[in-house]
Nanobody
């Protein structure tokens, strides 16, 4: 079993920055990719960013390109999301996800169904 624990959420003013972390524990040797999704109140969960574990290929939602950066620390089994120039519309619960199946195409990294484990979420609130 693999557990994902997110941290780093909080309240920040528009224009500010936050860094989210997601640490995986347990049987993590088969990690293939990790990603961040978010869900705002009254909205469906949406893709934010993803990174392939071995090569480090990244992909981002258009809404966060140029502002957010996803990275991973393989020895620590941790994925990060650096969020800069935050906007009120970034307010959401942010979820970490992990894939431990086989290879994934870059164009599929934004799909929820491609991930096998999910964290409990961390709240990010951006005030105007």
């Amino acid at each position: 079993q693999v557990q994902l624990v997110e941290s780093g959420g909080g309240l920040v003013q528009a224009g500010g920055s936050l860094r989210l972390s997601c640490a995986a524990s347990g049987r993590t040797f088969s990690t293939n990719a990790m990603a961040w999704f978010r869900q705002a109140p009254g909205k469906e969960r949406e893709f934010v960013a993803a990174v392939s574990w071995s090569v480090g290929t990244t992909t981002y939602a258009d809404s966060v390109k140029g502002r957010f950066t996803i990275s991973r620390d393989i020895p620590k089994n941790t994925v990060y999301l650096q969020m800069n120039s935050l906007k009120p519309e970034d307010t959401a619960v942010y979820y970490c996800a992990r894939r431990d199946r086989g290879g994934i195409l870059r164009q599929s990294m934004s799909l929820e169904g491609e991930y096998d484990q999910w964290g409990q979420g961390t709240q990010v609130t951006v005030s105007p």
